[in-house]
T-cell receptor, first 113, second 115 residues
């Protein structure tokens, strides 16, 4: 029972490079989200999706793109990496409804030099 | 706008004692859910407890209980009989019926349990 799987676990990029953080869940969850967590801080919502083909912006969407072509996968793309995007990124999924808790992946630690 | 406030950046508690972590929220929605998550130093996020806006009873899960005061818009987490393994960061979060796909998190409280 894999749950929410994020890859890679660690990544170092140079400023200006692009990359995709992968997120996959095997629980048939409709809702998926991407967060970033800066040191000593809470989670800030980047983008979220309520189903395949439907995405929306969160609090801090600039510099990131997402797509949701399948229920299982929700990749996050950094278009042109900047040092300010150095952070830990978490993917989460849940069933539909405001009463459903989120299941989190283990996170991706991303450093931009 | 919906907002979660956790006013205690850090808390200390003696092992075996109870501790309350504060959470207040701001929303005009009538239907919403409140969640608490634990993040140990290893980094994973663990769901602890849920309270619905229409729930009349306070939620309980083992040593965790939620002191829900709807009129005051507060949803404090109470941990009874603290253990060393409770040392972690704790986040309060909220989801709303009008946009259930979107969650809002507080900045968290770091709890340290002293032996």
């Amino acid at each position: 029972n894999a749950g929410v799987t994020q890859t890679p676990k660690f990544q170092v990029l140079k400023t200006g490079q692009s990359m995709t953080l992968q997120c996959a869940q095997d629980m048939n969850h409709e809702y998926m989200s991407w967060y970033r967590q800066d040191p000593g801080m809470g989670l800030r919502l980047i983008h979220y999706s309520v189903g395949a083909g439907i995405t929306d912006q969160g609090e801090v969407p600039n510099g990131y793109n997402v797509s949701r072509s399948t229920t299982e996968d929700f990749p996050l793309r950094l278009l042109s990496a900047a040092p300010s995007q150095t952070s830990v990124y978490f993917c989460a999924s849940s069933l539909q409804g405001y009463n459903q808790p989120q299941h989190f992946g283990d996170g991706t630690r991303l450093s931009i030099l | 706008a919906q907002k979660i406030t956790q006013t205690q950046p850090g808390m200390f508690v003696q092992e075996k004692e109870a501790v309350t972590l504060d959470c207040t929220y701001d929303t005009s929605d009538q239907s919403y859910g409140l969640f608490w998550y634990k993040q140990p130093s290893s980094g994973e996020m663990i769901f602890l407890i849920y309270q619905g806006s229409y729930d009349e009873q306070n939620a309980t899960e083992g040593r965790y209980s939620l002191n829900f005061q709807k009129a005051r818009k507060s949803a404090n987490l109470v941990i009874s009989a603290s253990q060393l393994g409770d040392s972690a960061m704790y986040f309060c979060a909220m989801r709303f019926n009008t946009n259930a796909g979107k969650s809002t998190f507080g900045d968290g409280t770091t709890l340290t349990v002293k032996p």
